[in-house]
């Protein structure tokens, strides 16, 4: 159902919730030894999640990345559209090519239902 990208994403973003109330800014290094991630790829991730104002970030000696009040608000739905896309929530969340109200996948009410709000 979502990329490995935005597994990573989440996973990243709940734990900079976790550690946000020490006002902590954390390393990608610390992040992926955390959550056992490949770092490189997790530092694309985070860039994202960043230049989206998803999480924060600061540059330097003593920066790294963090949730500040507003980043405390953001839901999973933003995380989810900024990695995979929109689509993840237009689109059959089975990946089927045909799935209407006419023709509906087993998870099609669920999914408008979570869509619709």
């Known amino acids: ?3 490995k990208a935005c597994k990573y994403a989440i996973r990243a973003a709940l734990y900079l919730a976790v550690h946000a109330e020490s006002g902590q800014k954390l390393g990608v290094k610390d992040i992926a030894t955390a959550l056992d991630v490949p770092q490189h790829f997790l530092a694309k991730i985070l860039q994202q999640l ?3 104002h998803l999480i924060s970030s600061t540059k330097g000696p003593s920066g790294g990345f963090f949730l500040d009040e507003q980043n405390m608000e953001v839901t999973l739905r933003q995380i989810v559209e900024c990695i995979d896309g929109p ?3 237009t689109s059959c969340i089975l990946g ?3 799935c209407s109200s006419e ?3 087993p998870l099609h009410i669920q999914a408008f239902a979570y869509r619709e709000g």
């Open 103 to 105: 023709n509906p996948c």
């Open 50 to 52: 960043s230049r989206n």
């Open 87 to 89: 689509d993840m929530f």
């Open 1 to 3: 159902m979502f990329s």
């Open 96 to 98: 089927l090519p045909v």
